[in-house]
């Protein structure tokens, strides 16, 4: 009697949920969460929500606000729309999800989005930080409804600074749902309009003047040292419920839209707070870790960069690698980050200077554009409307110390479950190939092991054999040794 295997995706569900359980993550809404959940559905809808004291509510329904996310995003976290002035500047309005509208602080609810911090977006599944009824629909911006937002609002010059802003609660609705791609094609005239741009009045050009100030913004912040990277993400193809092959997602005209207009949001919330002497949860990235390397991998390149950080030279070095070699630029955006280091939250006191970002090249950063999908944007937004209002802080700063170290350690935790998933998603595709060679780029190398990518099929592995001097950086050709699907294991042998 033959045994047919079970599907792809069910085989990764439940690694995923073992490995989220193994890093202190919960798959599983609690029952008492459940219970609060219904409760909250009976009391209502997030645009029907009062203002429970935190300040005046303006009606911006009628401006022409669009939402840009991925093809399959149901989570609406962000609306966006332009204003031109006379004067050549334009005003850029951010509307944020009011997800404190119902999730309130100290609920069930609340507790299971401090616990997991963030939603985990494996292979096989999305485990959401919020019930799905709420972050993709009572809290979501979703078309055609009536909902609470936190709107930032930045008058943008020409030359890409940020003169006036503001934070204010209003009542918003999104009058087209948009996808990066078809925007992006759409931008670089290389496909027709998407339909729901054509079905509201002057959103063509809107977006078109929105993708203007972007530029602008993005030109601004890379005078200043901001990073050009573009990196590689495999997205696994299901037909059905068993893999068939490796997407691979790029940035885009769009993405960078969204970007840019996210990156000037979170600095001015973070000035909003800083004006008005709270405490705050920043997002930094110091400098890098192995600097030394990336003078060396500059160096193989033909660049000459300082001993010591220095991110304008940095990004002309990037800029000029782009230019040089665009298809393999991403490799080379790849081994940059792996040398930077990764980000971290960090509680800071009311009137403390700010550490900064290298990375974006920018002071004042937090993160605050995507409470269904982050606790620390749920957190920053509790802020804000407390700041709003003329109220004091929901949080004290110690509150905010302890929260910022558990939030830099599970959002390592998802990030490490994201990868064994997609790992044992590569692992169930590369099976049948065991013994074949490979082009690669080495991604990782210190005393816990060498790491390379394969640059035909985006996929990581460690190099277990022949793997003696090799660092970040550098091309190898490396043979497929093994796979192991539950553990996410790909064993790589290397040049050596």
Known sequence: MSHTPPPHRSVLHAIAERAMVKRGLVPAFSGL?????????????????????????????????????????????????????????????????DVDALVTQGSALDAHARRNTTSVYTAATIFPMLPELLSTDLTSLNPGHVRLAVVVEMQVDVDGTVQHSDIYRARVRNHAKLAYNNVAAWLDGKSAMPSPIGGVP?????????????????????????????TIRARPVFDGDDIR??????????????????????????????????????????????????????REHGTALPATPNSVALDAFLTASRAADPDRFPDLSLSIIKLMGAGEYVAERAGAPAPGHFGLAVKDYTHSTAPNRRYPDLVTQRLLKAAIA?????????????????????????????????KSAAALLLRSRIGEHFDALVTGASSKGTWARLLTVPVEGRIVRQFEGLDVGERVRVQLLSVDVERGFIDFKGPR
Request: negative net charge; glycine residues 6%; charged residues 25%.
């Open 245 to 298: 092959g490796l997407d691979v997602e790029r940035k885009n005209r769009a993405t960078e839209l969204i970007e840019d207009f996210m990156i000037a949001a979170n600095g001015v919330t973070a000035q909003f707070l800083a004006a008005r002497h709270f405490p705050m949860i920043r997002r930094v990235v110091r400098s890098p870790k192995r600097w030394d390397r990336i003078v060396e991998v500059a």
């Open 390 to 422: 003329g109220q004091p802080s929901p949080y004290t700063f110690e509150a905010l110390e302890t929260l910022a170290t558990h939030l830099t350690a599970q959002e390592d935790a998802a990030n490490k479950v994201e990868r064994q998933v997609g």
């Open 202 to 230: 002057g959103l063509d050009d809107n977006l078109r003047l929105q993708d203007t100030v972007a530029q602008c913004l993005r030109h601004r912040r890379r005078e200043h040292g901001a990073l050009s990277l573009d």
């Open 33 to 97: 969460a459940l219970a609060e959940l219904r409760d909250v559905e009976s009391r209502g809808r997030a645009d029907s929500a009062a203002s429970h004291g935190h300040g005046a509510i303006r009606d911006l329904t009628a401006l022409p606000w669009s939402s840009i996310d991925n093809d399959t995003s149901r989570d609406l976290d962000q609306l966006t729309v332009a204003q031109a002035h006379p004067s050549g500047a334009t005003t850029i309005l951010v509307a944020i999800a």
